[in-house]
């Protein structure tokens, strides 16, 4: 077994398949797969992951494989085939797979040094190989011949570390503790025999007497106020020990989350848990569908599974949308299961996440919660997975591999034989299809647990307050509302959708619409240093006096932003105090979460937003919700776009009235006639479902077909059109008869950084060899994408159609 098949670093369709290498005798004894490696490839050295060992290869000649980068394998069986299967389903290299499931950290360009944690003695080579230092570079140990099975010990015994250097000193954090080195009647009898001028020493030692445990040296120090040499004294009489920890950077204290216990259940919630127990017990694999109104407590389903699964011994897995990802979700898992919880969101630095995916690979968190990429967490006796707001658009990646969360975590849940949650308000059509047709099991929650009613929506007509000669974004009944909300001392969430409110400039003159010069898209204009910006490359310009068409001056930006909403409402309401909270003033570490804090602490009356002030934010004082253009989403040009407009004006709604105090929403509309914004007023899913089906089935879309898009993009236009004919005509030659091909047609966004964009969509109800087929296909344009910078790119379950 003494041959390693290896996937390398290099990401092109050329080289997409296992290369063999000899392992030499140095590292025979402890490479396994799941562990990176570095090969020689053609010129270069480049990184590999090991995913086998055998004995025998069909090659001769192989190459040796010059050094092994991880000690112990960071991707388990389980993730190596799980990395296979995932580059197949969505099409991607199984290079690209792969980097996928790991931190950054581990994909990075880095350097490594060893690190020596004991202060006791190592093996004799090790301690030649350290020469009294505390660190040392991972060339050396290659250089100087010790086995690497030793030093795969010495890390198990927790005596050395390996650090990977990104940027940053080193990656991991060590502190230094003290102890007594001996028993304490011992101490007691050294600190009676101590001479009395050394006053500082007795001091430390009393007071270690007193509380004969590990102390972080830089306590002692301050508390004491001494020097590393009274400590050294102490440590040269034997008295006591220094030792160096990891401490993990824990981005949340965990000491900060106060405990919660299990809430007695529902009857609703009983029946909703029951069946998921069973199959945690049973070891079985189901997915259940969790269909619960907001508030309607759904998480404390997901806390009390998770409690079952922790009690088996085995792991959970929770995802949940970035945005949603708030110190008030995060607190309701760490409150119930403290530091067995690691959380895995973007807002942490490298550094953070990784320390936060190791505590997961060393198995001493039971609990992850994170968001998309979360669900790759390296557990191996996973108990259950959830998916909470399992409508959300950020389970989707949108790179390569273009993968759903949801079929990743059914994959991983049929491996590991346990269930699978997803829970929403508003599931998607694709998963509540699923649920009746008996793929998925069906629960309802239908009650809120406090028992209070949705909060009343009333719908406003925009096209009357015009007739009426009120031209602000403020319907009269909004202001007055707002008013009377202040007044008693309530407060006002405000969703403005950001999407449909491009501020792209417009001559009033003639009409002419300032658009990047190199992607066909109207500019946005930015009000704080008078620019226009291109949303898609970085493109940008000052705000010109003229426009370039007509030369009118009359060239004024258009559509609303929140920064202008905001204007608006601090002249329409002067006494308001309002807080933004957008991609520009959350942009910052850690703002979004002050924000939403300034709120909570009634810092301001008003909270203005975009769509990231929808999900799971619960005040007890807010009482209204204001939409201020609904339909703005409906115009979109993507099938989805009603079941989107019906999903955010339903979660939207869910913000208000949770507590005591009754709530209300107020919808602002031009279309209040549309089944989405009529349905999402009554809290009618089920309705909504049935009218969208129609829709869905009528026009042939999801859930009635599936869609693959397959995007070419190219500097020459022409290219790009040739390309994607080629492939549309190979494609009808393969495909059978029921299958659509749509194209070539130019993208929506038909042109970005200078490329133009073609593509074509195939509908399909049964195509098995679809993947492989166009797998096939654009490998036959390899040498072009390679010589030429041709783009060609398949999404397999496309969710931006653009
Ligand atoms: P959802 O996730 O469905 O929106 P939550 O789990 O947030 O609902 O529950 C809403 C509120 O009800 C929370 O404040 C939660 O603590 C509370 N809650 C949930 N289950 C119970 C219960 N069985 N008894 C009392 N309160 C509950
Ligand atoms: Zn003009
Ligand atoms: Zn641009």
Redesign the pocket.
């Known amino acids: 077994m003494n041959i390693a098949k290896v996937i390398v670093d290099v990401p092109a369709g050329s080289i997409n398949q296992t290369f063999d290498y000899e392992i030499p005798e140095r590292f025979q004894e402890m490479l396994r797969p799941g562990m990176r490696v570095i090969v020689p490839f053609g010129s270069r050295k480049v990184m590999g992951y090991v995913v086998a060992r055998t004995g025998e290869s069909d090659f001769d000649h192989l190459k040796e494989l010059i050094d092994i980068l991880d000690l112990t394998p960071i991707l388990t069986p389980e993730l190596l085939d799980l990395g296979k299967w995932l580059a197949e389903e969505t099409i991607s290299l199984y290079i690209t797979a792969f980097q996928a499931m790991l931190p950054q950290v581990l994909k990075a360009n880095y350097k490594k040094e060893l690190e020596r944690l004991t202060t006791e003695s190592l093996s004799e080579q090790l301690e030649v190989l350290f020469a009294g230092r505390d660190f040392i570079s991972y060339e050396e140990l290659g250089n100087a011949g010790v086995s690497f099975y030793q030093v795969q010990k010495a890390i198990q015994a927790g005596d050395i570390a390996v650090h990977y250097q990104v940027k940053s000193r080193v990656t991991k954090k060590h502190i230094t503790f003290l102890k007594p080195a001996r028993e304490v009647y011992l101490l007691e009898e050294a600190l009676q025999d101590m001479s009395n001028k050394a006053k500082k020493q007795q001091e430390i030692l009393a007071f270690f007497i007193e509380r004969p445990e590990e102390i972080e040296l830089n306590y002692i120090l301050k508390k004491f106020g001494t020097t590393r040499a009274v400590i050294n004294a102490l440590q040269n009489k034997n008295l006591l020990t220094a030792l160096k920890k990891e401490v993990y950077r824990n981005p949340h204290d965990d000491q900060a989350f106060e405990k919660t216990a299990a809430?007695?259940?529902?009857k609703q919630?009983q029946k909703a848990l029951k069946p998921v127990r069973q199959h945690i017990h049973e070891d079985r694999h189901d997915v259940f569908l969790l269909h619960?109104v907001?508030?309607?407590?759904?998480?404390?389903i997901y806390l009390q599974a998770i409690q079952d699964v922790i009690d088996k011994g085995e792991e959970a897995i929770v995802l949940v949308p970035e945005i949603s990802l708030t110190p008030q979700m995060v607190r309701r898992f760490k409150g119930r299961f403290g530091s067995n919880v690691a959380v895995l969101h973007s807002a942490l630095s490298h550094g953070e996440k990784y320390d936060e995916w190791r505590r997961v690979h060393r198995k001493e968190v039971q609990v992850v919660v994170g968001a998309r990429s979360a669900v790759f967490a390296p557990f191996e006796n996973l108990g259950i997975i959830i998916i909470d707001e399992e409508h959300e658009n950020s389970y989707k990646q949108e790179d390569q591999p273009r993968y759903h969360a949801r079929d990743v975590a059914i994959h991983r849940g049929e491996n590991h034989q346990c269930p699978v949650i997803l829970g929403s308000a508003t599931p998607t059509l694709e998963s509540y299809a699923r649920a009746q047709k008996g793929v998925y099991q069906l629960t309802t929650?239908n009650k809120r647990?406090?028992d209070k009613a949705m909060p009343e929506v009333n719908i406003v007509d925009m096209r009357d307050e015009l007739h009426a000669g009120n031209r602000s974004m403020f319907s009269r009944s909004l202001k007055d509302n707002m008013e009377e909300r202040i007044k008693r001392g309530e407060q006002i969430v405000l969703l403005l959708n950001r999407r449909g409110y491009s501020t792209f400039v417009m001559c009033r003159e003639c009409g002419h619409v300032k658009e990047c010069p190199h992607c066909d898209i109207a500019l946005t204009f930015h009000k704080y240093n008078n620019r226009l910006k291109c949303h898609y490359c970085s493109f940008e310009e000052p705000m010109p006096m003229y426009c370039p068409s007509c030369s009118s001056d009359l060239i004024r930006f258009f559509g609303t932003g929140t920064q202008r909403i905001e204007e608006s409402l601090t002249q329409l309401i002067p006494e308001a105090r309002v807080l933004r909270m957008d991609v520009d003033t959350t942009r910052r570490k850690g703002a979004h979460e002050k924000l939403l804090t300034q709120f909570a602490n009634k810092e301001a009356d008003i909270l203005l937003g975009t769509q990231m002030i929808a999900k799971g934010l619960?005040f007890e004082n807010v009482t209204l919700v204001g939409v201020l253009t609904a339909d703005s989403m409906l115009n979109l040009p993507d099938f989805r776009s009603s079941e989107k407009t019906f999903q955010l004006l339903t979660q939207v709604s869910g913000r208000a009235g949770r507590h005591e105090l009754p709530g209300e929403v107020i919808v602002q509309t031009y279309t209040p006639e549309h089944y989405s914004i009529e349905m999402a007023s009554h809290y009618n899913f089920i309705q909504f479902y049935q009218h969208e089906m129609k829709v869905r089935k009528k026009f042939q879309y999801p859930p009635y077909v599936f869609l693959a898009l397959i995007t070419v993009s190219h500097q020459n236009h022409v290219t790009a059109v040739q390309t994607t004919q080629k492939i549309v005509k190979t494609l009808r030659t393969y495909v059978g008869e029921d299958t659509v091909i749509l194209g070539p047609s130019p993208s929506p966004i038909s042109r970005v950084k200078d490329r133009y964009r073609w593509q074509c969509m195939v509908k399909y109800k049964q195509e098995p060899q679809l993947r492989t087929l166009i797998y096939k296909i654009i490998r036959q344009f390899d040498e072009e994408m390679r010589k030429d910078d041709l783009q060609i790119s398949a999404d397999m379950q496309p969710y931006q159609l653009m």
Request: charged content about 20%.
């Open positions: 809430l007695t259940l529902t919630q619960g907001t508030g309607s407590g759904k998480t404390e929650l647990t406090n619960d």
